[in-house]
């Protein structure tokens, strides 16, 4: 998509400079969503197995390819959630997580899951808090990766802190799971310690170890709120997979947020994506109550406050969108609305009283402002609509008196 040509966004003209979009793929982006697994990491959070059937139902909705079921070895209710969505008819396709142990994979087959992330560590700070051997991590790696292609389950092998590892055994460990069988290839920021330079350096040399025929993945956390730029440098350096969750959920400071990272794809860089932006807020809703958690409302893309607006400077430019938003909110399923509180202004009440529909005649809006200002700070809090209506009778009262 080219974000000049499309009405609902009206993002800086620079982004589509040739030296920036020759940088881009032009194929589709895909999302491997793993909310199910590592978003479940997030503290405090327990999903049903119903749940997370709901859950896989909005990400089939929303578009997501590729959906981590769970760690059923480790889980028995992920188990159960998996047998969930093996019936329900999702089109995405269900991937299990494995560690690089037998056991682990047999529980896969034991499922009848055709396709797995199957996980080893390869820093040698992760060996040391292990206490095994870069050695015995080949070992562990094509042993498991073999016994899982035997049993008929595609893997993609994914190196725990890759972006840590000491480079040319990052190299071995990657062309040693594709001897044994992998099909695609993970590049893991573990903890969320590299900036979307390294990224992209990383994902490029990968590309150039594994060849074109690879897919590789980028799968990064937040730590230093570079989540969605890495993930950005990856698509950059020719990840054809984003693995993230929705919400950046997860340990920590979370994943990245594949919606947001969509968003930014396809608004400042015209790269397709494969997902439905629209529904984008739904599923967070639904993902968010499921998890008793709440966003924060300035949160990019899904936060309540996105399309909302107090300032009476803002105000006044609210007939015109693109003055005061980078894109439509129609583009994401949202509605504009205008909300009183301390910093309204004379606009505000105009567009407030009209659009609930009340009669304020000229002179009264800048005492109504004022009064409006007054019970704000009062409470500090936002005027409802309710306090708004008595506010205005209260007026119109004194006016017929």
């Known amino acids: 998509m080219d974000a000049t040509a499309n009405v609902k966004v009206w993002v800086s003209e620079h982004n589509a400079r040739p030296e920036i979009r020759a940088a881009y793929p032009k194929n589709p982006v895909r999302f491997y969503d793993t909310t199910l ?5 997030t503290v405090g959070v327990v999903l049903s197995p119903q749940q997370k059937l709901e859950i896989a139902r909005q990400l089939d909705q929303l578009g997501v390819s590729r959906i981590e079921a769970g760690f059923p070895r480790v889980s028995p209710e992920d188990a159960e959630a998996i047998q969930l ?3 329900a008819g999702l089109k995405a396709e269900l991937w299990g997580f494995s ?3 037998k056991a682990d994979v047999e ?14 560590p390869t820093s040698d700070i992760k060996l040391k808090a292990y206490g095994i051997g870069r050695d015995e991590v080949l070992r562990r790696v094509t ?9 008929g389950i595609t893997v993609a092998f994914f190196a725990v802190d890759g972006t840590r590892t000491d480079i040319d055994y990052l190299k071995k460990v990657y062309l040693a799971a594709l001897e044994a069988g992998a099909a695609e290839i993970v590049v893991v920021d573990t903890i969320g310690a590299c900036g979307p330079e390294a990224v992209e350096f990383l994902v490029g040399q990968t590309r150039e170890w594994v060849g074109p025929s690879v897919p590789v993945h980028f799968h990064g956390h937040n730590d230093f709120g570079m989540a969605t730029a890495c993930a950005l440098a990856a698509v950059r350096s020719g990840a054809g997979w984003i693995q993230g969750t929705i919400n950046g959920m997860g ?3 979370g994943n990245a947020d594949i919606c947001e990272i969509a968003l930014a794809l396809q608004c400042l860089y015209g790269v397709p994506v494969a997902l439905d932006l629209g529904k984008v807020r739904k599923v967070s ?4 109550e499921a998890g008793g958690y709440q966003l924060d409302a300035w949160r990019p893309l899904v936060g309540a406050n996105l399309f909302m607006r107090e300032s009476g400077a803002v105000a006044s ?6 003055a005061i938003e980078p894109y439509s909110s129609e583009l994401v399923g949202a509605e504009r609305h205008i909300v009183l509180g301390k910093k309204s202004g004379l606009d505000s009440i105009v567009l407030k009283a009209k659009e609930l529909g009340l009669s304020v005649s000229q002179e009264q809006i800048a005492p109504i402002l004022a009064a409006v200002k007054r019970k704000a700070i009062a409470k500090r809090s936002l005027i409802s609509d309710e306090e708004f209506r008595q506010i205005v009778d209260e007026f119109a009262t004194a006016v017929k008196s």
């Open 285 to 288: 809703a639904v993902v968010a």
């Open 37 to 41: 697994r590592d978003g479940e990491q």
């Open 143 to 151: 042993d498991a990766i073999s016994f899982a292609r035997q049993n």
């Open 107 to 120: 529980e896969l087959v034991r499922l009848g899951l055709k396709a797995s992330i199957i996980e080893a």
């Open 251 to 253: 340990e920590r400071a």
């Open 85 to 87: 969505m093996q019936k």
């Open 99 to 101: 560690r690089a142990v």
């Open 317 to 322: 430019q609210f007939h015109l969108p693109e």
